[in-house]
């Protein structure tokens, strides 16, 4: 395996960056989002849990370190090579298996793409940034 160095700061930058991501895209989002998932906003506030937020904060954490291994072993350097190997990963590795996850418990396809879109965005703003840095 080839030597790795983590860019840490590369890695909060794009936590943070991931974390505004993802509350730009949900609230852009929302309705369809609640329609998709079949709650109403009263039920979505009435079930925030600090718990959710944790998660989402870990999974912005492991997401830009998991990247930069694979940027690393991809030899890939420079913006557009971040985001090639974003959306590579995304493909493979986010958007199909969910969508195998979705297909089979039945859920609406526009949830998919609403989940989905979101990872995307994600996954290639962190490859591209770390790719930059």
Not at 45 to 54: H, L, S, T
Not at 108 to 120: E, M, Q, S, V
């Amino acid at each position: 395996m080839p030597p790795f160095d983590i860019n840490w700061i590369g890695v909060i930058i794009a936590l943070v960056v991931n974390m505004i991501i993802g509350a730009v895209w949900y609230g852009v989002f929302a309705n369809p989002w609640m329609a998709a998932i079949g709650k109403t906003r009263e039920e979505i506030e009435g079930d925030q849990d600090w718990r959710a937020y944790g998660v989402a904060g870990l999974n912005s954490l492991i997401m830009p370190i998991v990247m930069g291994f694979v940027l690393n072993w991809a030899g890939a350097s420079g913006i557009g090579a971040g985001l090639t190997v974003g959306f590579i990963v995304w493909l493979g590795f986010m958007a199909m298996p969910v969508a195998t996850n979705y297909a089979f418990a039945g859920q609406p396809r526009n949830l998919w793409f609403i989940d989905a879109g979101y990872h995307l965005v994600s996954f290639l703003v962190i490859g591209g940034l770390l790719g930059a840095l």
